[in-house]
């Protein structure tokens, strides 16, 4: 189980940062959201993994650790407002630039750079 | 009333926010710019009488919802936390103020921002939770996501794009490297994991040492050390000016956070961990302020200009953190105060001198003469004189304190020679910017400019945010005493984990 989890933790990983490091706005949220996923994959594992445990303290003696579940609820609300402002900035962006490039508008490779 | 003290200056913005946002002062311009300036201002009374009360009766422990550590979460207000607190609040008393003249009404919601970014910068302050550390840095940082947009541009919206997304992946890794050390020590109260990290054998080691440098770019992301410094320039200087002066304590959040972990947690008790990222902060925060010099140097217009300035203030402050004796953090908890002061005052000034001189705005260069030189000449010389530290301002006392702190030769070899040329550097860059807008003006004028002249409300502010070097300087005893007090309950391990577990008895 440990191996399984930790490869799909990995491969959410690796496919956010591909993702993000991407140069269009769309693919960009895709990535943080897939990032987000993994962070919080990773911190429900953070008080271990096991099964058959009662999640409640007192009614077994052999219980999962509550606090991660709180934690992880917590960042999933904070994340999902969070991934919630930036498509909705992504859309103005898309509307002030006219281009959906990070930058704002697609890199000329015959046009000096301008600072 | 007097037990809920160390509540107030988060619980305070949080009731103000919400307040500004319902029907009666929603609609109305001028009583919700009243309240407004008048919930800031008993914010930050508020803030003092705390403070008065920590340096009274040592290290104030609230425990919320009576849950005690470290299983509850708790906020702490030692000396440290409280002076910050109590800069951030006036700050946002003087921001409110200063948009109070016509700024706030280019976009909406201003003054629920302002007050939520205080609750948010307050919160992250005082906690003594490394999760509530999180979630604080999240409610200030979409505040300053919204107040960044606040009456912007196309420009605007680019510097947004980036800052969100670079803050967000920040957010992700930050919660990784809580996952980890939560993992390895099994608790996230800052006292409770400064004393399991002594207590760590074999591979958790490790662990826990990837988990803390993890949390070092974070902090670094958030207080703009190199590399991760590169959001800050066009962020700041694209937000309107009145936002940048009240973001000049938000990098100063990511340095107290790494002061508090790295002194307490990594700190000299962490056993095999201890000082581990102190070679990592001393030479980023060296190349930070080389980097920033060359910015300041470079700078086109007056807020790019202080926008370097603030780099080279973050590099300067965690080239002391990296230090780690109670000399170096006396010295920084000085420079901090001053440095936030006097890089708010240069965005407003920025601010001022840019509406009186039309289209040329703040650029240095030769344009129309300012309509009121005498008042903003002036405001400029003083602020100038702080920001390069010579004297007889606030910014000498630092410096001189900052490089006694670093006399040992450890340190003075390098650090000395780049901070004096670094000064050297900015004594340039800040002449040439202040003779050319006051002094160089087109001979022609082309274009009629229209005469504006200063509001009493952003002058008030102005003079309050300038009068600070001065304030200083003169009351330069008691602050220094209070920051080596300050510094020692900041090293002082034992003692600060004793009474944050026993809830503050």
Redesign the interface.
């Known amino acids: 189980m440990e191996l399984l989890y930790a490869s799909c933790v990995g491969l959410l990983v690796s496919c956010g940062v591909f993702l993000i490091l991407r140069a269009r706005t769309f693919t960009v949220v895709l990535g943080l959201t897939m990032l987000s996923y993994a962070v919080n994959l990773f911190l429900f594992s953070s008080g271990r993994l096991s099964l058959n445990q009662a999640a409640v303290l007192g009614y077994s003696s052999e219980y999962a650790d509550p606090l991660p579940q709180a934690l992880v609820l917590t960042a999933i609300v904070i994340g999902f407002a969070m991934t919630a402002f930036v498509v909705i900035l992504a859309i103005r962006g898309r509307s002030d630039l006219g281009s959906d490039h990070v930058d704002g508008e697609l890199p000329d490779k015959n046009k000096k750079v301008k600072v | 009333m007097i037990q809920n003290l160390t509540f107030l200056p988060i619980l305070l913005p949080m009731l103000a926010g919400v307040l500004l946002l319902m029907p009666p002062l929603g609609s109305k311009t001028t009583s919700r710019r009243i309240t407004s300036v008048v919930l800031s201002a008993i914010t930050f009374l508020a803030s003092v009488v705390l403070l008065l009360k920590v340096q009274a009766d040592g290290i104030q422990v609230y425990a919320i919802g009576d849950w005690s550590a470290p299983f509850g979460i708790v906020l702490v207000a030692d000396q440290l936390s409280t002076l910050l607190v109590c800069l951030t609040t006036l700050l946002g008393f003087v921001c409110t103020l200063y948009a109070s003249a016509g700024d706030d009404e280019k976009g909406s919601f201003f003054h629920p921002l302002v007050h939520f970014l205080i609750l948010g910068v307050n919160g992250a302050f005082l906690t003594g939770d490394a999760?509530n550390l999180f979630?604080f840095f999240?409610v200030l940082l979409?505040a300053s996501?919204s107040l960044l947009?606040h009456g912007g541009d196309?420009k605007n919206?680019?510097a947004?794009?980036?800052y969100?997304?670079l803050n967000?992946?920040g957010?992700?890794v930050f919660?990784?490297a809580?996952?980890?050390l939560?993992?390895v020590l099994g608790t996230?109260n800052m006292a409770d994991m400064a004393q399991k990290v002594a207590l760590l054998q074999g591979d958790d080691v490790y662990l826990a040492k990837i988990g803390g440098l993890l949390l070092l770019v974070v902090f670094a992301l958030k207080g703009a050390l190199l590399p991760l410094h590169l959001w800050l320039p066009n962020t700041y200087s694209s937000a309107m000016p009145v936002v940048a002066a009240l973001f000049a304590i938000m990098t100063k959040v990511g340095v107290y956070s790494m002061m508090r972990v790295y002194t307490l947690i990594f700190g000299d008790e962490a056993g095999e961990l201890s000082h581990m990222a102190q070679s990592w902060l001393w030479w980023s925060a060296l190349a930070t302020i080389a980097l920033g010099v060359m910015g300041v140097l470079a700078s086109k217009d007056l807020r790019k200009l202080t926008a370097n300035l603030v780099i080279i203030s973050v590099g300067t402050l965690v080239a002391l953190v990296a230090v780690q004796s109670v000399e170096a953090s006396s010295a920084a908890i000085y420079y901090l105060v001053h440095s936030t002061l006097v890089t708010a005052a240069l965005f407003l000034l920025a601010d001022l001198i840019g509406r009186q001189r039309g289209n040329v705005a703040d650029s240095i260069t030769a344009g129309p003469p300012v309509s009121q030189p005498r008042l903003l000449g002036v405001c400029f010389l003083i602020a100038g004189i702080a920001v390069i530290g010579m004297p007889p301002l606030s910014g000498f006392i630092g410096k001189v304190w900052l490089l006694k702190a670093t006399l040992n030769a450890e340190y003075s070899m390098v650090f000395w020679p780049l901070y004096l040329l670094a000064s050297l550097a900015i004594m340039v860059g800040v002449t040439k910017a202040g003779s050319t807008i006051f002094w160089h003006h087109q001979d022609k004028v082309t274009e009629s400019v229209e005469q504006t002249r200063v509001h009493p409300a952003q002058l008030a502010a102005l003079i309050i945010l300038v009068s600070g070097a001065p304030l200083m300087t003169i009351f330069a005893g008691p602050l220094s005493e209070y920051a080596i007090g300050a510094a020692t309950q900041l090293h002082d391990f034992n003692n600060t984990i004793k009474i944050i577990l026993s809830g503050g008895k």
């Open positions: 999760f979630v999240e979409i996501y947009m196309k919206t680019r947004a794009l980036h969100v997304i967000l992946v957010s992700a919660l990784i809580l996952g980890i939560y993992g996230l």
